[in-house]
């Protein structure tokens, strides 16, 4: 009886990241499309489009043509092109390296300050809004309000130079460049990088903490005599980190767009720096290239999520 | 402010034991930002095992904020008890470290709720809810816990209780998890069960299923039961002894039986002609006028006069005994019968 | 690009998708109900300090994008002198003078207008987008519906920073009026082309909550016509969601203006733009922090007014902040 009640179990849960699967092919299909009809549908030269004002010859042009697939018809050049990324390949660039290997050699870097940057999301974010949700309307609460707002009002660039200038220049606390004091160079460029999902995290967390706090369920955990830390951690916490884990999990994925300012500006070699570089170089293969593949971490990092979130409330798979 | 030790109380249960829970000249208010409010305004009562104390009254009249002062579930701030004992085996809770208050919530005293479905948490099997008692009282290992658990959902009639035992409170209807909660109530054998409008958010036919469940585990176990409702139906078929409340009093006390045919109180005497009776079919329901007090400005005098068909002010009232100007004390009226009212007699007909 | 305005974005996604699986917003069309709704929103607004800072800011910088020379001092950010490169802040000069030795102060208010211009046509952009297929999606239901939120959120997969890196990246190429231009044109399209999808989420809940309502019902019974129950009793109800949603968005679109311009995709030179001279000063860092220093504390605060406008709005409008 046992197991067929666990058999149950997890067949809603097969079931429902099955069906979440399923949804997101379209998805994947449909934004590859968007970017593939950017770069080759909309009217002009692909090639031009790519290639920006950097001359090339009429030998480079036909190779390129043919790389492309620019002379079969629009749907089966887009056929080819999810067909290339399927086996991994991410276009190539003008002198001729596969994208692919421009990302393999720099992913690490980006993995690494996205590690960072989530860290400094659970840490700060999930501690303060704990705090501030716990002793709603405290002083506490309202340091988190106020840091908040203006936190989430300060573009990313601006944070990464200040901070740059402030820690790195003046105080001389955190290197400003460069990898080479390992992940203690990681640091700076990764709290920035986590800025403003750290303030939305704390708010996220202080909301949902302080609506957890007055739930019915509280009350009868309360009434039940667990012992408080049992009430707090087993019931209040539990249910209200949810949301929370939720959209930390997502933003894995949103980090990726951010990291070519944090990248860019505290000089890591990460896919993002590739980005910056590229399209200064008018590298536009790489450009798009590397764009795809965040495109493709976001929606993989979102169906982890919806199948976390099955994963830690049970209503959601047995809808 | 009067209000009667709770040892001239009057009203106990049939067998005359001894109260194991006794409220005594209880207050609860809330302070808000804007203004005070005063939920409860000095109640008392006692319940003894095997009693069913139904404590009567509309929504407002501060039944379900003394209940949760009883059990130490209140918020506070921004609660308050400024003044009060509540007894219990000989302890007065209000005094109790937090720690021993916490003690006695399960095997002491325990509390099911009105909306089963917000009342469980929706992350964690219901057998893990259960277990959780045993768990935080008797030290039992998780495997213990949930076998316990599918005893006490065999023991409160939820059929196949083995398979159900690690489903999510959103997959039993809704009768059923109100038996889930019952189920954790009685889990460790309380001396006293809070059923705090248990049926309310159930169908009619699964209301009756519930009541029979509690009344049937009470004769089990013996414990006193405070059942909380504005439902006279209900309390007329399972309950002794029955307090009636408005604006955060008490203003009428006795057995069923006695206050339901000859009510000494024009508030309970309004309730029932509000009330649809099977016996007096045909007669004309007499809804009570008005509206509930603003618990932030309750009447001067007799707190329901505002609505009283039988207040006598001014000139009309006897001396000291103004409805609009002088409180009515809770007092012995007839054996057996305590009301708050000046013209009680006059209500009774006696 | 995840800072603080995909966050933002992030939040409303959240929240609309919060208001289109409970399917709760109260459903008042009448008008004297959206009269009061809007009258106490204007008494709780006048108290509300956050947003006092926010519009005085706001109306600060939409003034200096309509009249720069004032703000400037009289001074033409493009009259030059390289004698006077990086010189730093002085009593005739109050923000000193950039590498190729102009005026600071004129060249950062006279980068209010493009900033200004962006976010506020960007936001028109989404606006247009977002209530045009919301509405549709949200009243006809059924495989419109689920076509338009397919579409949606194929839309949502590409970041609003990334869509818009790569049309921008593009555009030059493309032969197309105004994306091919570089200028505030393009990349209020580019824009709008990636953030369209909060606003669509936001009217297609409203329009949702409001058709099933037994007042859109009775004016069906009496034959009034799609187009009428749309304008008339349906849209009225999503405009206080999308009015917050549009201010905040206002900002979060400045402040990826200034990112995107930065990457090198948004504006170009000789255009005046935030970004470009934060781009610039980054070199000088070291030697004339000023560089960065002036054109991010104004970027930052026009974002923070807007941002401010909306969060005091949302408090405002959400009759369940009010006890």
Known sequence: MRVSCVLTEEGSLGRYIARRLLLTVPVLLGASFLIFAMVYALPGDPIRALAGDRPLSAAVMAQLREDFNLDDPLWLQY??????????????????????????????????????????????????GVLAGIRRNGFFDNVVLVSTTVIVSIPILVLAFISQYVFGLQLGLFPIAGTT???????LPGLVLASGSLAYVARLTRTSIAENMRADYVRTARAKGLPNKTVIVRHTLRNSLIPVVTFIGADIGTLMGGAIVTETIFNLPGIGRSVFDSVRAQEGAVVVGIVTLMVLFFIFFNLVVDVLYAVLDPRIRYD | MTTLPSSASSVRSGDGSSPILSVEDLFVEFRTRENLVNAVNGISYTVSAGETLAILGESGSGKSVSAQAIMGILDMPPARIPNGEIWFEGRNLLTLPAEEQRKIRGPGISMIFQDALSSLNPVYSV??????????HGGLSKKDAKQRAVELMDRVRIPAAAQRVNDYPHQFSGGMRQRVMIAMAIALDPRILIADEPTTALDVTVQAQVMDLLKDLQRETGMGLVLITHDLGVVNEVADNVAVMYAGRIVERGTVDEVFTKPGHPYTEGLLNSVPQVEAKGGRLQPITGQPPNLSRIPSGCPFHPRCPRRRLGAEALPGRDCAGDRPPLRLVVPGREAACHYSEEVLGV | MTDSQQQDLRSDEVRAGTTTGLGAPSVDVTDSRQNSLWSDAWVQLRRSAIFWIGAVLGVLFLAMALFPSIFARGADPRACDLSNSRATPSADHWLGFDQQGCDYLSNVVYGARNSLLIGVLGVL???????VVGAIAGYYGRLTDSILARLTDIFYALPLILGAL????????????????????????????????????????QVIAVKSSDYVAAARAMGASDYRILVRHILPNAVAPVLVYATITIGVLIAAEATLTFLGVGLQAPSISWGLQIAQG???????????????????????????????????????QRS
């Open chain 2, 127 to 136: 057998g893990y809810q259960i277990g959780e008692m045993f768990r935080a």
């Open chain 3, 125 to 131: 952009g989404v606006l247009l987008m977002g209530v």
């Open chain 1, 181 to 187: 004091e390992g992940l203690y160079s990681y640091l």
């Open chain 3, 282 to 320: 980054q070199q000088l860092l070291r030697t004339a922090p000023h560089l960065v220093l002036f054109p991010s504390v104004i970027l930052t605060l026009t974002v923070m007014a807007f941002i401010m406008m909306g969060d005091a709005l949302r408090d405002a409008l959400d009759p369940r």
């Open chain 3, 166 to 205: 790569v049309l921008l990246r593009v555009g030059p190429s493309t032969g197309l009026p105004i994306i091919s231009e570089r200028g505030p044109g393009a990349v209020a399209i580019a824009l709008a082309a990636f953030g369209w999808m909060t606003a669509m989420r936001l009217v297609r809940s």
């Open chain 1, 79 to 128: 056929v080819k092109y999810v067909g290339d990324l399927f086996q991994g390949d991410f276009g190539t660039d003008f002198r001729g390296r596969p994208v692919l290997d421009t990302i393999l050699l720099r992913l690490p870097v980006t993995a690494k300050l996205a590690a960072v940057a989530i860290a400094f999301e659970i840490l700060i974010g999930v501690i303060a």
